[in-house]
């Protein structure tokens, strides 16, 4: 597996994006993720959005981070907001998602941010799974789901201020 910066908006990250929105709809039964994505979101320095290709060149798995700062939705200066962490069905289990979060924490990190957040819902236990395993705790809600009751916030400093 190799893992490539592309824009949000490359052939590969929009296929890939469909398909975990899809998933999520099918979790959760309502279209999928609403929140507002731009491409420009992940582009660099202010993000970063990521591809992990197979040997064959196939796209497998995805994530992306953007920079957030103290605003109305909960985000504190200094946030990269995780977003779109997904694997293929058939290459899950192969440690594929713990290898992309660590190449977007040290990208967020490289970039100067202090802490990584993510948000995540209850119906998604593999995802709650990892994050805890990766040093992830419980912080206060926020983005655009922090007013439901199937959301789940989380966080990871990245460096100290």
Request: glycine share 8%; hydrophobic share 35%.
């Amino acid at each position: 597996m190799y893992i490539r910066p592309v824009r949000f908006d490359h052939p590969d990250a929009v296929k890939l994006n469909d398909e975990v929105q899809a998933e999520y709809h099918l979790r959760y039964g309502d279209g999928g993720d609403a929140t507002a994505l731009d491409s420009a979101d992940f582009d660099p320095p202010r993000g970063v959005y990521l591809i992990a290709y197979d040997a064959h060149d196939r796209p497998v798995a995805t994530g992306g981070w953007r920079s957030q700062d103290s605003n109305d939705e909960g985000n504190e200066d200094g946030d990269a907001e995780l977003k779109r962490m997904y694997v293929i069905e058939e290459m899950r289990g192969r440690g594929l998602a713990r290898r992309m979060l660590a190449a977007l924490e040290e990208d967020a990190r490289m970039a100067g941010r202090v802490r990584m957040v993510l948000e995540t819902g209850t119906k998604q236990p593999e995802a709650i799974a990892l994050y805890a395993s990766s040093g992830y705790e419980p912080c206060a809600r926020f983005g655009y789901y922090r007013h439901y009751e199937e959301s789940r916030c989380f966080a990871k400093k990245l460096r100290k201020v």
